[in-house]
C-alpha cells in the first residue's frame, strides 16, 4: 500500500523569529478565491468613498501683492520657483517649497501684462502697460544694488502677451499686431498683422517650436509660422477667446478659453470643427494651462472656480474653489505634474494638488502599491453607477450650483425649440448642427 | 576563410506553460471585436484582454511554485483501498499524521453535531444533549467546553475562531471561544441548521417553522427572513461559488434562495422520496443529493441537469464533499468515501469505516486530509488522503496565522464584506453589461434630442475640382458607399449558405 497524507512542516509556514517578517504562502487558483467581482466592486466603492474622504486639495496660499495677481511665469529650470506679476506693476519672485517671497521689485507702472522665463532660466522678460519690453535677472540683486533690468525696449503701443521660443533667443509680443523679436535687436525682425486691430495673448508651440497662435478681438485665433511672412490662417468663432494653451505632448493641439463659458480644443490642421467643447464653467473662462503630461488641463474662470478637464473630456473632472478665492485670472500647471497655481483677484496666488486626494511627498513601497491598487479599482469600475455617483459628488458654491442649473434649463429651452421647430418645417430645411460646430463662424486662409 | 558556430538556444523564447493550468486561470472568453470605426472601445479592449492574458499566464507559472503536493493512497495489486483501515494508514504514516487519527469517546451527551472553522485549525461539537466543546484539534487543546443545558440542534462557526453560535432548542445562542454567552437572540427560534456565509458575513438558519433567515453577523442585524412554505427545514447546504442557500425538502424538491427574493430562485424535484442530504462542490458545478429512495444523484447545478444517479442500498443520511472532490456519505454507523464522484461513473468507494454509534454529522476538515465524524458515541476524525487542499492562500485562510495576522485579516475581511443585495445565482453579474439599461437611456435621449446622434449620418461627396465632380462621378461615388452595406449583407448570406452547403444531403450523387 502506498499512502501519502498532507503533513507541513510548521518550520515552513511560521517565521522563525520575532524579527522576521511573516511568511506568507500564495495560492492563485480562482476557486480558492470566490466572489472575485464582488469583492472586487466592494473594495471599489470602500476606494472611491475613502478618495472623497482624502480629497483635500487646498495646499498653500501666497500672500504678499498688493493688488490683484495678472500673470504668472513658471520657471524653466527649477520647480520651486514661481513669477508673479501684478496690476499695480509689481513682480515677485516665490519660493514655493517655503512658501515664501524671495524677491519683490516695481517692474512697471500700470499692470504687468506678461512674463515668461528664458529657457536658459537665467533671465526673464516682462511687458507691461507702460509700453515697455524689460529684460531681468533672473539673480537677486547683491547687497547694496538696486534692481535694474538688463535691458528695456521702448515700443509705441501697449503689449499685452508675451512669450519666448523654446530654444532660441527669440520672443514674441502681442499688443497691436503681433511682433516677433531678437533678443539682440531693439525692434522687432517681423510682424503679423491680420486687420485686427488688438491681440490679447501669444504663445508658441512647444513641440513645433517655430509655430504661434494668437487670441484676436474680432472673436478669432490666428496661427503663424514664425519662418513665414503672413500669417498661416485663422478661425473666427461665435465669442472672443481669452487666451490659449498648446498640449505639450501633442504638437497639433490647442485649447482656448472662451468668453462663452467653453474652451475649445483644436486640431491646427483642421480648424473648420474643434475636436471637443469643453463645458461646464458658468462664467467667462481666463486662462488654460496644460498639464506636463498632455493629458489634462487647468482652466480658470472669472467665477471663482478653477476646473481640472481631461484632454478628451467634455466635463470637468474636478472644480476647486474656496470662499475667499475671488475670479481667478491666471493660472499654472508646475511641470511636475503635481501641483496647479492659481492667482486670483485678491492678491494671492494659491497652491493646490492637481490630484485631491494625492498623499504627497515620499511613499513607502506598499502604500505606492496600496494606492495604485486603489486607483485601478476605481477605474475598473466607474461606470458602475453608485460608484460613478459617489466619485462625480461635488460641494458647490450655492450661486455656481444655481447658475449651473439655469444654465442647463436655458440650453434645453434652446434645443426644444430648435426640436419644435425642425419638426414643423420641411423635412431637410433645418439641418442638424451638431455642438462643436455650432461655435465656428469661419476658417479663413 | 573561418565559420562562427554559433550556439542556438534549444528552447527559444519563453517557458511553455501547459494547457490544463492556464485553463484553470482563464475566467472568460474574449470579447467579439467592436466595429472598426470605434476606436476607442478597441484600444480599451485589447490593452485590458493583454494585461488579462499576462496575469493568467503569471499566475499559472507560479503554481509551479506550490510548496506542497496532495495527498494520494494506491492499493497494492490485488489489494482495495476501501478494505484497507484507518489503523494500518496511521501506522503507515508519519507520527504527527498518524495522531490525526483519533476518536473522542462522548457517549453521555448524544450524538454529536460538528464544525470546523474556514482555516481548519479548529473544532467545534455539539452534542445533543448540550455539550458544546470547542478544540484546537492538531495540537489536543480544549480551548473551551460547557454544557448549555439544552438540547442543541446544530453548531457553527462565525467568521473566526473566537466566536460560534448554537442553535439551542429555543434560540439562537452566540458564545465566544471562552465560553461566555455573548448573545441570545430570540428573533431566530426553533433554529434546525445553519450555514456561514464567510465573505458576507451572514449566517442563514433554516428552522422547523419553515423559516429561512440571514443575520449579519458583523452588525448584528437581521438582513432576511424568508417564509418558504415549505415544512420543516432540516436538511441545508450552501453553494460556496455563489452563497446560494440550498435545502431539502420532504417531497424530494431541493429549493435554491437568496436573501434578496421572497420565492426560491430555482426548484428542482430531485427524488421520489424526501431528500436526506445535500452538497454541492467548492466550484459550485455539482451538487451531490441522496434521498429516501436510496438513491445518490449528481447534477449540474450551473445547467440544472442532472448527470449520475447511484443505489446505495441504506440511502446517506450525511454528505460532505471536500475541497479536492472526494465525496463522504454516511449510513447509520458506516461511513464511505468516494472518490471522483462527478465526473467518472464510480462502482466502489475509495475508502470505508465503521464507527461506534450512528453517524450524526459529517465534515471534511478544510486543508487536511482529514474527516470529521459526529456519532452517537462521540467523535471520530479520519484520515481520508487527498481530500484536502495542499495549497493554501495565506491572505485568505492561513491556519498558521499569528493573532496580529488574524487581526489583520478580520479587519480587511470586514472592510471587503460583500453586501447581500449582490447574492444571485451568477457571482459574476455586476461584470456583465447592462444593456437593457444603455438601450433604454438611448431611446430617451433620442426623443429628448430629436434626432439620434448615433446614427450615421449621410454620405455627402467632397466637391472635387478640375471636372471630377461631374454628375456621373458623384453618382458613382455615392453608389459605392451605398453598396458597401449590401456587400456586408450578402456576405454573411453567403457564410451561411457555405455552412449549409458543406452538410451532405443523399441526393447529392445525383446532382452533376
Known amino acids: 500500500m502506498k499512502v501519502k497524507v498532507i503533513a507541513r512542516n510548521p518550520d515552513d509556514y511560521v517565521r522563525e523569529t520575532k524579527l522576521d517578517i511573516q511568511r506568507v504562502p500564495r495560492n492563485y487558483d480562482p476557486s480558492l478565491h470566490p466572489f472575485e467581482v464582488s469583492r472586487e466592486y466592494t473594495r471599489a466603492l470602500n476606494a472611491t468613498k475613502l478618495e472623497r474622504v482624502f480629497a483635500k486639495p487646498f495646499v498653500a496660499s501666497l500672500d504678499g501683492h498688493r493688488d490683484g495677481v495678472n500673470c504668472m511665469a513658471k520657471h524653466a529650470k527649477s520647480l520651486s520657483t514661481l513669477l508673479s506679476g501684478s496690476c499695480d506693476g509689481e513682480v515677485k519672485v516665490w519660493n514655493l517649497s517655503k512658501h515664501e517671497c524671495v524677491r519683490t521689485f516695481q517692474a512697471h507702472e500700470g499692470f504687468v501684462r506678461g512674463m515668461v522665463v528664458r529657457y536658459c532660466g537665467t533671465s526673464f522678460f516682462t511687458v507691461g502697460d507702460d509700453k515697455t519690453i524689460k529684460q531681468w535677472k533672473m539673480e537677486s540683486p547683491g547687497y547694496g544694488e538696486e534692481e535694474e533690468p538688463i535691458n528695456t525696449i521702448l515700443g509705441k503701443t501697449v503689449y499685452t502677451g508675451l512669450d519666448h521660443h523654446q530654444n532660441d533667443p527669440v520672443f514674441a509680443t502681442c499688443g497691436q499686431q503681433v511682433d516677433i523679436w531678437d533678443e539682440q535687436r531693439s525692434s522687432p525682425i517681423r510682424s503679423f498683422t491680420w486687420g485686427v486691430d488688438s491681440f490679447s495673448s501669444v504663445h508658441f508651440n512647444p513641440v513645433e517650436t517655430e509655430l504661434l497662435a494668437s487670441c484676436a478681438s474680432d472673436r478669432s485665433i490666428v496661427l503663424y509660422d514664425m519662418r513665414e511672412s503672413t500669417p498661416l490662417k485663422k478661425v473666427i468663432m461665435t465669442m472672443r477667446s481669452n487666451t490659449l494653451s498648446w498640449n505639450p505632448m501633442e504638437a497639433y493641439y490647442f485649447t482656448c478659453a472662451n468668453e462663452d463659458y467653453n474652451l475649445y480644443t483644436y486640431d491646427m490642421r483642421y480648424l473648420a470643427k474643434p475636436i471637443m467643447v469643453h463645458m461646464d464653467h458658468v462664467s467667462a473662462v481666463l486662462d488654460v494651462d496644460y498639464a506636463p503630461t498632455g493629458k489634462e488641463f487647468v482652466s480658470a474662470s472669472f467665477d471663482k472656480t478653477i476646473r481640472i478637464f481631461a484632454k478628451d473630456g467634455g466635463h470637468s473632472r474636478e472644480v476647486y474653489h474656496t470662499k475667499r478665492m475671488q475670479h481667478v485670472i491666471c493660472i499654472k500647471w508646475s511641470a511636475d505634474n503635481k501641483y496647479i497655481l492659481s492667482g486670483s483677484d485678491e492678491m494671492n496666488i494659491r497652491l493646490w494638488k492637481a490630484n485631491a486626494a494625492e498623499k504627497l511627498g515620499v511613499l513607502a513601497p506598499r502604500e505606492r502599491e496600496a494606492a495604485n491598487y486603489s486607483q485601478k479599482l476605481k477605474e475598473k469600475f466607474q461606470h458602475h453607477p453608485q460608484i460613478r455617483r459617489i466619485a462625480r459628488h461635488r460641494h458647490l458654491p450655492k450661486t455656481i450650483y444655481h447658475q449651473t442649473k439655469e444654465l442647463r434649463i436655458m440650453k434645453e429651452a434652446r434645443r426644444r425649440k430648435e426640436r419644435n421647430v425642425r419638426k414643423h418645417s420641411k423635412p431637410g430645411s433645418v439641418p442638424v448642427v451638431s455642438e462643436k460646430e455650432k461655435h465656428v463662424v469661419t476658417v479663413m486662409k | ?512
Open chain 2, 1 to 512: 576563410m573561418f565559420m562562427f558556430f554559433q550556439k542556438s538556444d534549444p528552447f527559444p523564447g519563453p517557458a511553455p506553460i501547459p494547457e490544463d493550468r492556464l485553463q484553470k486561470f482563464k475566467r472568460k472568453d474574449k470579447l467579439k471585436k467592436p466595429h472598426r470605426k470605434q476606436h476607442k472601445l478597441r484600444d480599451i479592449i485589447a490593452r485590458s484582454e493583454d494585461a488579462s492574458e499576462m496575469a493568467q499566464k503569471q499566475a499559472a507559472r507560479f503554481d509551479l511554485l506550490l510548496p506542497e503536493e496532495a495527498g494520494f493512497l494506491e492499493g497494492d495489486e490485488d489489494e482495495d483501498t476501501c478494505m484497507i483501515s484507518q489503523e494500518d494508514i496511521a501506522e503507515a504514516v508519519d507520527i504527527t499524521s498518524g495522531a490525526k487519527y483519533f476518536n473522542l469517546k462522548l457517549s453521555q451527551f448524544g450524538p454529536y453535531r460538528l464544525d470546523y472553522s474556514k482555516t481548519g485549525r479548529h473544532l467545534l461539537l455539539g452534542g445533543r444533549r448540550g455539550h458544546v466543546a470547542c478544540i484546537d484539534w492538531t495540537s489536543k487543546q480544549l480551548m473551551c467546553e460547557i454544557n448549555v443545558m439544552e438540547s442543541v440542534n446544530d453548531v457553527k462557526w462565525l467568521h473566526s475562531e473566537a466566536m460560534y453560535a448554537v442553535a439551542q432548542k429555543k434560540w439562537l445562542y452566540i458564545y465566544d471561544s471562552n465560553g461566555i454567552e455573548l448573545h441570545c437572540i430570540r428573533k431566530f427560534n426553533d433554529v434546525l441548521r445553519m450555514q456561514f456565509l464567510p465573505y458576507h458575513f451572514l449566517l442563514a438558519t433554516a428552522s422547523a417553522t419553515s423559516f429561512l433567515q440571514y443575520l449579519d453577523v458583523s452588525v448584528g442585524k437581521e438582513v432576511a427572513a424568508i417564509c418558504t412554505k415549505t415544512g420543516r427545514l432540516d436538511v441545508m447546504c450552501q453553494n460556496p461559488h455563489n452563497a446560494i442557500i440550498h435545502l431539502g425538502h420532504a417531497n424530494g424538491t431541493v429549493t435554491l434562495w437568496s436573501p434578496n427574493q421572497k420565492e426560491a430562485l430555482v426548484k428542482m424535484l430531485c427524488h421520489q422520496g424526501g431528500v436526506r442530504s445535500v452538497a454541492v462542490d467548492k466550484t459550485g458545478t455539482y451538487m451531490v443529493t441522496s434521498g429516501m429512495d436510496k438513491k445518490l444523484k449528481v447534477y449540474d447545478i450551473r445547467a440544472f441537469k442532472p448527470l449520475k444517479s447511484y443505489f446505495l442500498p441504506a440511502g446517506a443520511a450525511c454528505l460532505s464533499l471536500s475541497q479536492r472532490g472526494l465525496l463522504s456519505a454516511a449510513t447509520g454507523d458506516v461511513v464511505q468515501v468516494y472518490k471522483d464522484v462527478c465526473s467518472m461513473p464510480v462502482t466502489k468507494p475509495y475508502m470505508a469505516h465503521r464507527l461506534r454509534g450512528t453517524v450524526w454529522g459529517l465534515h471534511f476538515c478544510p486543508f487536511e486530509d482529514v474527516l470529521g465524524v459526529g456519532h452517537g458515541d462521540g467523535f471520530t476524525s479520519m484520515l481520508v488522503p487527498g481530500a484536502g487542499e495542499p495549497n493554501f492562500d495565506g491572505l485568505d485562510a492561513n491556519p498558521y496565522r499569528s493573532a496580529k495576522q488574524r487581526q489583520e485579516w478580520e479587519v480587511k475581511a470586514l472592510m471587503e464584506k460583500i453586501q447581500p443585495d449582490l447574492i444571485s445565482l451568477d457571482p459574476t453579474e455586476l461584470a456583465q453589461v447592462d444593456q437593457a439599461t444603455w438601450e433604454q437611456r438611448h431611446q430617451d435621449r433620442v426623443e429628448v434630442l430629436g434626432f439620434d446622434p448615433l446614427a450615421k449620418e449621410k454620405f455627402v461627396p467632397k466637391y472635387k475640382k478640375k471636372g471630377r465632380s461631374s454628375a456621373g462621378a458623384i453618382e458613382r461615388r455615392k453608389k459605392q458607399v451605398a453598396h458597401e452595406e449590401q456587400r456586408v449583407k450578402r456576405k454573411e448570406r453567403e457564410r451561411k449558405k457555405a455552412a449549409l452547403s458543406t452538410q451532405k444531403s443523399a441526393l447529392d450523387r445525383f446532382k452533376k
